[in-house]
């Protein structure tokens, strides 16, 4: 079936690509007229008297011993908030981004306040302490979001947004950057709404906000999704050429004709499921965007999505070997993709036309397009990608005629300077700050080796204006900027975030392994053998083992106990566990047919047997828990003694349930039982290491606190994954909690209800590891664990 054509593609690519034309040749002219080096001189000139100072002997030394590393994120804004230098780094690193991002003039009156407001708020963020801030977690952590997303009663988006973030990361291929594709997709969704908090003011009514902050977030996600499934997708090796062919004929029809064909295609078996996948996402994202348009503006959305498209596809399909490439064919598709992707994020929220938004955003693409292009030259050289910087690299001694990129990007600074933003001071400033800083970092990383050798050749045409800007890239100071440090400073969280819950996982898997080797109750010839052979078959069950597992490393690596010393804790936490699951799925309980992915005992023995084996193995636990004999005696008694207390509660929480059975009940209800049922072996699994330890008691409030929120967000999961889980990766039927009419936080919540309820113990589980004094993060990627968890 033919589809019809939404837009002429030609027609609107010719009409983008003779704009950037037009801009391309006022650029080149001032590259060959050298006109903007008296221009830009005169700028330095002036700029310098801020940037370099004159420091006496004494005040060199203390500046260099107490100057904090940019990359040391918390340090260095203490550093900048107590020299006095922070609000003029948070002014213009504002200042940049409503200029880049969006595309707002400084000289406006409103914009500066705006701008001011920001800082004000980011500051106090940013330098109070976390007890007196409103918003305690870290900046951009999930707590920190959720805190943010229950100040804008935006919590389902913001979970929403979470989920889809995992998702991304878990089914990119090997040979994708997951950590890259994570953060370019959450600047994405900030960018979207930053430009949705500006177009709505402050007077929007706060359920108007909620709305529209709601979908901002959404669309953004939809709209970042095409970096990682689209860009970065065929800029990789994960398709082949022919593959690559036939998914861009599907976004080029998708785009011109307004709806996503079906997948079609023969796609090799390694791919067939990732391709899937990314259709499917992609389409839901499309389908989403495409239903928030007007129809008075569709069309121009569908126009400006092509031609970041095509303009993208063009530079894709350069080949660095070909020496022939004209300087239009090499700077008119980075002019086009560069301003056209963030011209599309005002067209995705459907925002009014804002002729000056246009012409500023149009002009400025390049500026930053020209700056990541130098800053990533010799990575992509290494990948044979053409960009200008690799071209001219490449072909600067066969080819006269080139231009030169270094000179361009300082023609585009003075366009931007003089033509675009009309000489502004605060413009001027902040541009130059933004191309020093970027010269800085650059020689940083590459070395001042290389980075001679590199500025030796782009700049071997103008020495002069080259000792001036290379004066001020070893001598200027405060150039850098927040959003630098907090790209960085993210990029550093994510990887070791990754690592870090790829070593928890694998510490998890090895202590289970071990803990699994511990449990085993030497076989009995005696009358109870029966019994011994029935508890065998509930420890052998493909248990998680959290709580062993959490005492077991909580107790050799935090508190440094012995660990064959603290075996018989070890196994007496996962008896008393066993016991009472086996207790919940009797019969006359909760009559649960498989429990660990196996028939329960009452099903393979009898109920009489169950019941035995569960008393059995609660005892089985206090004689494990009488032979710590490593430990001082009155330590072992008071662990012993808060053993049995405990097992008292978990019973009331059980009896708790069973009266439950049929009735609605309050969450305040469900709270209480399930912190009797399930918090109470999460904090009995972090309290007797503790105690055996000898640990005082703020500490064992704080453990006992955090095992209270651990403990309902487990058992929150554990009710949205009897709704929304598995079988087979659960190990036990779906539905059971309706079929025995349990009230659950999902019968009684919702399921949106829940999660957000889920989320809440979550954030509050955080802010307690601050009150723990030791190394938590083991136990920060337990709770990410339990609340990302699929079983």
Same mark, same amino acid.
């Given at each position: 079936m033919i589809k019809t054509l939404l837009i002429n593609e030609d027609r609107c690519y010719a009409i983008a690509e003779q704009k950037a034309r037009d801009y391309f040749q006022s650029l080149y002219k001032q590259v060959k007229q050298k006109n903007y080096i008296p221009t830009l001189t005169r700028d330095i000139q002036s700029w310098k008297h801020n940037h370099i100072h004159h420091h006496s002997l004494f005040s060199l030394f203390f500046r260099g011993k107490s100057k904090a590393d940019p990359r040391d994120y918390h340090n260095y804004i203490k550093y900048l908030d107590y020299t006095g230098k922070l609000d003029n780094y948070l002014d213009r690193s504002i200042s940049y981004i409503f200029m880049r991002d969006l595309g707002k003039a400084l000289d406006s009156k409103e914009t500066q306040a705006r701008i001011k407001s920001v800082v004000n708020n980011l500051k106090n963020n940013l330098t109070q302490p976390k007890e007196n801030r409103e918003n305690k977690n870290e900046i951009l952590s999930m707590s920190w979001l959720y805190r943010w997303a229950q100040q804008e009663s935006i919590e389902s988006a913001i979970i929403w947004m979470i989920?889809?973030?995992?998702?991304?990361?878990?089914?990119?291929?090997? =040979?994708?950057?997951?950590?890259?594709?994570?953060?370019?997709?959450?600047?994405?969704? #900030?960018?979207?709404?930053?430009?949705?908090?500006?177009?709505? =003011?402050?007077?929007?009514?706060?359920?108007?906000?909620?709305?529209?902050?709601?979908?901002?977030?959404?669309?953004?996600? *939809?709209?970042?999704?095409?970096?990682?499934?689209?860009?970065d997708l065929l800029d990789s090796k994960v398709l082949s050429e022919k593959e690559k062919k036939q998914y861009s004929n599907l976004i080029r029809t998708t785009l011109t004709t307004g709806a996503v064909p079906k997948l079609g295609g023969e796609w090799e078996d390694k791919n067939i499921a990732l391709i899937t996948f990314i259709h499917s996402e992609l389409r839901e994202g499309f389908e989403y965007i495409k239903a928030q348009q007007n129809t008075e503006t569709i069309k121009s959305f569908f126009e400006q999505s092509y031609v970041f498209f095509h303009s993208q596809e063009v530079d894709r399909e350069k080949n660095l070997s070909y020496g022939n490439y004209t300087n239009e064919e090499l700077y008119i598709p980075v002019i086009l993709k560069s301003s056209s992707s963030r011209l599309i994020v005002r067209s995705v929220i459907n925002a009014a036309e804002d002729e000056g938004f246009d012409n500023r955003t149009f002009f400025y693409g390049i500026y930053n397009q020209l700056a990541d292009d130098f800053a990533d030259m010799f990575e992509d050289l290494e990948n044979g990608a053409v960009t200008p910087y690799t071209y001219y690299l490449k072909y600067h001694d066969k080819r006269d005629d080139l231009i030169n990129p270094f000179e361009l990007y300082w023609s585009v600074i003075s366009n931007l300077i003089h033509r675009v933003y009309h000489s502004d001071k605060k %413009?001027?400033?902040?541009?130059?700050?933004?191309?020093?800083?970027?010269?800085? !970092?650059?020689?940083?990383?590459?070395?001042?080796?290389?980075?001679?050798?590199?500025?030796?050749?782009?700049?071997? @045409?103008?020495?002069?204006?080259?000792?001036?800007?290379?004066?001020?890239?070893?001598? #200027?100071?405060?150039?850098?900027?927040?959003? +630098?440090?907090?790209?960085?400073h993210m990029i550093t969280n994510l990887k070791n975030e990754?690592?870090?819950?790829?070593?928890?996982?694998?510490?998890?898997?090895?202590? !289970?392994?071990?803990?699994?080797?511990? /449990?085993?109750?030497?076989?009995?010839?005696?009358?109870? @053998?029966?019994?011994?052979?029935?508890?065998?078959?509930?420890?052998? =069950?493909? =248990? +998680?083992?959290?709580?062993?597992?959490?005492?077991?490393?909580?107790?050799?690596?935090?508190? @440094?106990?012995?660990?064959?010393?603290?075996?018989?804790?070890?196994?007496?936490?996962?008896?008393?566990?066993? *016991?009472? /699951?086996?207790?919940?799925?009797?019969?006359?309980?909760?009559?649960?047919?498989?429990?660990?992915?196996?028939?329960?005992?009452?099903?393979?023995?009898?109920?009489?047997?169950?019941?035995?084996?569960?008393?059995?193995?609660?005892? +089985? #636990?206090?004689?494990?828990?009488?032979?710590?004999?490593?430990?001082?005696?009155?330590?072992?008694?008071?662990?012993?003694?808060?053993?049995?207390?405990?097992?008292?509660?978990?019973?009331?929480?059980?009896?708790?349930?069973?009266?439950?059975?049929?009735?609605?009940?309050?969450?305040?209800?469900?709270?209480?039982?399930?912190?009797?049922?399930?918090? /109470?072996?999460?904090? #009995?699994?972090?309290?007797?290491?503790?105690?055996?330890?000898?640990?005082?008691?703020?500490?064992?409030? %704080?453990?006992? +606190?955090?095992?209270?929120?651990v403990g309902i967000a487990f058992q929150i999961k554990d009710d949205l994954l009897d709704v929304e889980g598995d079988l087979d990766i659960l190990g036990k039927p779906i539905g059971k909690d309706e079929e025995n009419n349990n009230s659950t936080f999902v019968s009684i919540l919702g399921s949106d209800g829940a999660k957000k309820a889920m989320w809440e113990h979550y954030c509050d589980a955080v802010e307690t590891l601050h009150e723990i004094p030791r190394n938590t993060s083991f136990l920060k990627h337990l709770l990410n664990y339990i609340v990302h968890r699929d079983h």
């Open positions: 989920n889809k973030l995992k998702t991304v990361s878990t089914h990119l291929p090997e =040979g994708m950057d997951a950590n890259h594709a994570q953060r370019k997709l959450i600047k994405i969704i #900030a960018g979207v709404v930053m430009h949705e908090i500006e177009e709505m =003011g402050r007077k929007t009514p706060p359920e108007e906000r909620t709305r529209r902050l709601d979908r901002a977030i959404r669309i953004g996600y *939809a709209y970042g999704l095409t970096y990682p499934y689209i860009d %413009a001027c400033e902040v541009i130059l700050d933004r191309a020093i800083n970027g010269l800085k !970092r650059f020689k940083e990383r590459m070395g001042v080796k290389k980075y001679n050798e590199v500025m030796e050749l782009f700049s071997s @045409g103008n020495s002069n204006f080259n000792t001036i800007i290379q004066k001020m890239a070893a001598k #200027a100071d405060d150039v850098d900027f927040f959003d +630098k440090l907090l790209r960085d990754r690592k870090e819950q790829e070593e928890f996982l694998e510490l998890i898997e090895n202590v !289970r392994s071990q803990i699994n080797h511990l /449990l085993p109750i030497p076989k009995d010839d005696t009358f109870n @053998g029966l019994i011994v052979e029935a508890a065998n078959y509930s420890l052998e =069950g493909d =248990g +998680k083992r959290l709580r062993p597992i959490i005492t077991w490393i909580m107790g050799i690596k935090e508190y @440094g106990l012995n660990q064959s010393a603290i075996v018989p804790l070890i196994k007496s936490l996962e008896y008393m566990h066993t *016991a009472s /699951l086996i207790f919940d799925d009797l019969p006359s309980q909760d009559n649960a047919a498989i429990r660990r992915g196996r028939p329960t005992l009452h099903m393979v023995y009898d109920g009489a047997i169950a019941e035995l084996t569960g008393l059995y193995l609660t005892q +089985k #636990a206090i004689e494990e828990q009488a032979s710590l004999e490593q430990f001082n005696s009155k330590t072992v008694l008071s662990l012993i003694q808060y053993s049995s207390r405990l097992t008292e509660e978990m019973c009331k929480g059980q009896a708790m349930d069973l009266n439950s059975k049929g009735k609605v009940l309050t969450v305040e209800d469900l709270n209480t039982m399930c912190f009797y049922k399930t918090g /109470l072996g999460f904090e #009995a699994s972090l309290i007797m290491p503790a105690i055996l330890a000898e640990a005082k008691e703020p500490e064992l409030d %704080a453990l006992k +606190k955090f095992a209270y929120h």
